[in-house]
């Protein structure tokens, strides 16, 4: 059965992931979609608007076959990271190739900035430290950087949020000589950061800055995912900032020390978030006031979710540097189903439905007592504490679902 890679977020489900779905099938001619997608903390540093079973469930709903979650450490960094983290993952399934959206469309214009990056990457680095020390913004100077070796047109390609991850796409599939072939469609409507909408197409921001402000979003929801949607808007099982402001808070007030050695807290860092913590009235503001020239917005956000679920520098560089130790299946269609019946002997990575039965499996596939066996768990540990603070920064919340990674089977459609 032919497959396409998908890398998702769904964050929510919307129009425009459905015609990226659709056309990505039609495009590599494939029988089955499979969607890598992000768990509780996303590539951007935020959480999600819904839990990720719910979101698995608007997938499998609106025709994708075959939900796995990318790992907290991959999910929620870096594009080089997170790319790297998801081809990884759609290699181990044994998927065909991978489609993704794009500003550009052209693949061919993208895969040559994209040896433009990977040619001249030292040059670039050193380059753009040197702008950063003359007071530039980071995407500023990295950006008159490839200006000056590739021209105006490689320059203009970073200036768009889903062709940067494309070209991160593009650099993990050369550097571990995935076998899996590069597809990508332009995307339609609203962008990535747009919150107008465009006829039927508004982007998972902007539905959620409506949804926030009490505007109906129903229109811009393929039909058959707004049934889920309505019943958790309506039961209020979706992430509160407010509650994230609060917890990210209590969390930083222990004090800067406590802060040293988490992921991507350098020195000087550790001082400034206390500080933002004793005045900031909101989540914006917090973010706001620890950001800088050499922190951008992003990147403190990502931070900050590492620093809620307490990811240690130490760790982190491990798991980076191992890429995924399992594959957690969220759900799947009957198609999907059987896909992963024709791929079960050849899976790479150990293929988890819950994780009540998951050490005797990574024991076998590793040995007991491994080093692999010990980080493997210990990746476990990372995505089993994102669930449960998660659960904390749900508007209504009655006390469950802390262990739901522990007991909630995939879900099965038809």
């Not at 990271?81 to 044994?94: D, I, K, N, P, R």
């Not at 008159?144 to 390609?157: F, K, M, P, T």
């Not at 659960?391 to 802390?402: A, P, Q, Y």
Request: aromatic share 8%; glycine share 8%.
């Amino acid at each position: 059965m032919r497959a396409v890679g998908l890398i998702t977020e769904y964050n929510p489900f919307h129009n425009g992931h459905l015609h990226h779905l659709q056309e990505s099938r039609r495009l590599a001619d494939a029988e089955v979609a499979v969607a890598v997608m992000s768990g509780h903390f996303l590539q951007r540093g935020e959480p999600a608007l819904f839990d990720k079973w719910l979101r698995t469930e608007m997938a499998l709903a609106a025709g994708v076959d075959v939900v796995v979650e990318l790992p907290f450490p991959f999910a929620c960094n870096s594009a080089p990271h997170f790319a790297a983290g998801a081809v990884q993952a759609l290699a181990a399934l044994g998927v065909e190739s991978l489609c993704f959206g794009s500003e550009s469309g052209d693949l061919d214009a993208l895969q040559k900035v994209a040896e433009l990056l990977v040619n001249n990457e030292e040059r670039i680095t050193v380059a753009t430290a040197s702008l950063l020390r003359r007071g530039l913004a980071y995407p500023e100077a990295r950006a008159q950087v490839v200006r000056e070796l590739g021209g105006e047109d490689a320059a203009a390609v970073l200036e768009t949020p889903n062709n940067i991850l494309g070209l991160a796409y593009l650099r993990a599939l050369h550097a571990s000589g995935s076998p899996l072939r590069p597809l990508t469609i332009p995307r339609i409507g609203a962008g990535y950061h747009d919150t107008e909408a465009s006829g039927s197409i508004a982007s998972a921001t902007g539905i959620r800055r409506l949804l926030a402000a009490g505007e109906p979003v129903l229109d811009f929801l393929p039909a058959a995912v707004q049934l889920p949607f309505l019943r958790a808007v309506n039961r209020g099982l979706h992430f509160d900032e407010e509650l994230l402001h609060r917890l990210l808070v209590a969390r930083i007030l222990r004090g800067a020390k406590s802060l040293r050695g988490l992921y991507q807290v350098a020195d000087g860092l550790d001082q400034r978030l206390f500080s933002a913590a004793l005045t900031s009235g909101s989540y914006g503001e917090l973010v706001d006031a620890v950001k800088s020239r050499h922190w951008t917005r992003t990147r403190v956000q990502r931070i900050l979710a590492h620093l809620l679920n307490e990811s240690s520098a130490e760790a982190m560089a491990d798991f980076l540097a191992a890429g995924p130790r399992y594959l957690h299946l969220l759900g799947t269609s009957g198609r999907g189903r059987r896909f992963l019946a024709s791929r079960r002997k050849s899976l790479a990575l150990p293929l988890i439905g819950n994780f009540s039965r998951v050490h005797p499996l990574l024991k076998r596939r590793y040995g007991s007592g491994s080093r692999a066996c010990r980080l493997a768990e210990t990746m476990l540990d990372c995505e089993l504490r994102a669930t449960r603070n998660y659960t904390l920064l749900l508007k209504s919340w009655d006390g469950e679902n802390r262990n739901r990674d522990y007991f909630a089977e995939p879900l099965f459609l038809p």
